[in-house]
């Protein structure tokens, strides 16, 4: 007679694997942080082969067959709670998916997204994009290859957009961008009718010091919680986190462009308090990790735009600003520095773009990303597209490559399927928002108090404390009452903007 | 027939999997960095277990049966050159070594580590050593234990000592600190009849920022490449190194003592150059590591001392001292400072000893350790005799246990065996420094100008760049014509300090 294990040690073997699983891929990532703030030069080489060793151990132990089989003894369990049984499936779906992926695809992807990132950094230097595209054409054909080990229905680039948001597909975002582009084309062509606001107010000298010291007074006051977390410079601003007590965000400042630092740290602190809103019993496991891409964007976007571009937000901390550069600001209005951070105004660089035209962006990306996949278009072609989408959505005329179809990492990187999770988080957030001030009274005269003490709270109890639990789908009819609309950005524009230009 | 493997090919899968062990052990190594310069608070929980992870997989790999079969089958190769014959002895010595630690006692060990550090700051804030004598009683308990399980002959402590200086013995030490008690007493005695030599100057106040300027300087005119390595502050200064590219130190500041920085800097520097100076294409292998502990503290020590509390050093860099805190140090000649900076004064606290009393504090370490080891003293009767030493060695009242026998944070890490190689690393040393001075002609008026172009040239070519290839013995023997003698140590203090103190 064989004697079966208790539930609760097979789950805790699940747990202690998943949990050195972590650890090693945790370790990597504080390998990465360094390399993005502190490595000194000559140390690169070095540190990418010690980060290669990790990820490799990762996937290793990822792919253990007595993890397998640790899993499929545990789906057969009845009395595991829900969080545990969500935790195994969600695990199960993992281990399968990393088993989809033989070795030898694996080490290709990794020989070429280096190959792919350096051809990209000597191109931008170049200003030439022929030298990224036989590099980025290797890149798109192993993409395709991914897309058909992964499997997917109707279009392969379904099953890249299932890796940073699970359930999203072309059909999903066909149809919400085709909303936003006649919303969006409509609200422009408004705009643009109006007179215009200058933002030559950020524009004047901001001394660095003193920028860091606002924007660490701005976390703060949003509630990062700094005994857990740190910001550093990086070229790049991005957030890591290593477990929900160690959550580090990055920023940078540009003395000539206030904007600059200030609306990425508000950003990465919104992904920062999602990152520090986990639960740490969770952690290695499914529900310690966030619901999605597009979930955690949606965090950065409310926080960056839904609040820290609101006029509330500023009735609070214009004061605080003005005593800091008051040779800057002094004598000039809440109103008019209000009107100044939300110009809307087309442009050339996604990441400098308001809040409207970003979506033009994203929209180009995404257009390029599926026909790419689908062999509608060629790499070769790739930078006159990407001219001609920028004159036909944004009008406006690409001086260079530098400045047109090399401006984003991503792509050097393999990261397809990425771009479109920006837009949905904008518009989770939105949501989101309409939500919070539904079921919160009075919100709007907290955050005019400087207080989000509420606000953090109900995402942490609706949205953060929840981890991978529900998928964004459900995450949204849950915490909102329905699944993603784009309704909701819609309105929250038109007010806002048609309150701006008139 | 079976096909015969070509070395070749059998020594480089060893380099792969040693360079495999090695990204993880610095992978580890980054995150203790990270934890003593960076590390939010609350993280602490998690980098901790994070760390232990990387450190039971880095174990895991060194003692895998095929890295033993592959180390085997080499060492039956006659077609090896000289260094890689010498990496696959040493490998395979370690190799042994490890397999001869059984996993209870590991964890066992890792287990009494953790709550012996625990129960010592405990101790430490309660200035009481009975709450830290039960854990470090389990300790010693446990280096017994090791001591029986790596073997030894004569004494016990001397599989400890092995541990960090390959080859020293408790009659090697016996010997060498007998001289050193008998040369020593007199040199104090004579010193002490003479007029006293005041150190107040270091005292005034040096603010933090100047003086962290001056601490990069000296780094800088030192060699220390800032491109493969950095400099942060941290509690307690120390030297890490992921790889001769990137290696870091680490200081702190006192700004009533600017002793504290500048010392601290300069010994970290001189770890750090010996690291840089390692060969690149051994990393992951034993002749890319440090000779021993010894000779790491030679190095360390030469910068400190004989380089960094000379006449000449300070010729070259006082006026630039000056200049950086005139308010502090205009009108005091240079040989008053040199006089400060050499003041012999017997003390309480080790890491603010003198160069000379400092060899009775380890004296008494080493007594002490060997007594614990062979069971002559016990666990509970340690801090009196601790303080019975000080008054025996050094004439000074130990006023409280934080002050005596807490200290030092090593035997809570279950570091016995380490101090004794602090002062070998002294002795060391000054013996080669009496080799450098014989085989370069000028080296003293190259100091005097603040070159030091020509010394680490030496240093690199006959100590760093040969690894672990010698023995700290062979390898004294080679730079020197002779194994260590304290007879140089001797000679270099009697005539710095008759002159001093006439």
């Known amino acids: 007679m064989q004697i079966r294990t208790a539930t609760t040690a097979l789950y805790d073997d699940f747990k202690t694997k998943m949990q050195k699983i972590a650890d090693v891929q945790m370790a990597s990532a504080v390998l990465g942080w360094d390399q993005e703030t502190y490595l000194p030069e000559k140390g690169a080489g ?22 397998g089989d640790l899993l499929r003894e545990l789906r057969q369990r009845d009395d595991l709670d829900a969080i545990a049984h969500r935790n195994v499936d969600l695990a199960f779906e993992d281990y399968e998916k990393h088993l989809k ?98 933002k030559a107010l950020l524009h004047k000298t901001y001394p660095k010091k003193l920028q860091w010291q606002f924007g660490m007074h701005l976390l703060q006051a949003m509630g990062f919680d700094l005994l857990a977390g740190r910001q550093d410079i990086s070229e790049h601003p991005f957030t890591t986190s290593f477990n929900p007590k160690d959550v580090r965000v990055t920023t940078r400042v540009d003395e000539q462009d206030f904007g600059n630092m200030t609306w990425s740290c508000i950003h990465e602190g919104g992904h920062a308090l999602y990152e520090q809103g986990l639960p740490t019993s969770q952690y290695g496991l499914p529900c310690g990790e966030a619901a999605s891409l597009g979930i955690h964007e949606s965090q950065s976007r409310l926080w960056e735009n839904n609040i820290g571009r609101s006029k509330d937000f500023w009735h609070f901390h214009y004061p605080t600003l003005q005593a800091l550069f008051p040779e800057n600001l002094q004598g000039h209005s809440l109103t008019e520095f209000y009107h100044a951070i939300n110009q809307v105004q087309p442009s050339l660089i996604r990441t400098e773009a308001d809040e409207l035209t970003y979506h033009s962006h994203i929209m180009i990306r995404y257009e390029i990303e599926k026909a790419l996949i689908d062999g509608s278009l060629t ?40 771009f479109p999770t920006y837009s949905l988080g904008s518009f989770y957030a939105a949501q989101f928002m309409a939500a919070a001030k539904r079921q919160l009274p009075g919100l709007d005269a907290q955050i005019h108090q400087g207080n989000y003490t509420r606000l953090l709270q109900w995402l942490r109890q609706e949205i953060h404390e929840h981890g991978r639990f529900y998928t964004s789908n459900e995450l949204c009819k849950k915490v909102t009452g329905e699944t993603l609309a784009f309704k909701y950005f819609l309105s929250y524009a038109q007010e806002k903007y048609r309150e701006i230009y008139r």
């Open 379 to 418: 790499v070769k072609d790739l930078s006159a597209t990407w001219n001609q989408y920028y004159q036909q959505f944004l009008g406006v005329s690409v001086p260079s490559d530098t400045q047109g179809v090399l401006q984003d990492i991503h792509w050097s990187h393999g990261s397809f399927g990425y």
């Open 101 to 198: 992926y033989p070795a030898p695809f694996v080490s290709a992807m990794s020989q070429a997204t280096n190959a792919c990132y350096h051809a990209w950094i000597k191109a931008r230097k170049a200003n030439d994009y022929q030298l990224f595209a036989p590099e980025l054409a290797s890149m798109v054909s192993l993409k395709k290859q991914e897309a058909d080990l992964l499997g997917y229905t109707t279009h392969p680039y379904n099953a890249l957009l299932n890796e940073y948001e699970k359930g999203a597909t072309v059909n999903m975002l066909d149809t919400i961008f085709g909303e936003v582009k006649t919303a969006m084309t409509d609200l422009l062509r408004q705009i643009s009718a109006r007179p215009q606001v200058s």
């Open 46 to 67: 070095f540190r990418g082969q010690q980060i290669t060793t990790l990820s490799s151990i990762a996937h290793e132990l990822a792919t253990e067959t007595a993890l």
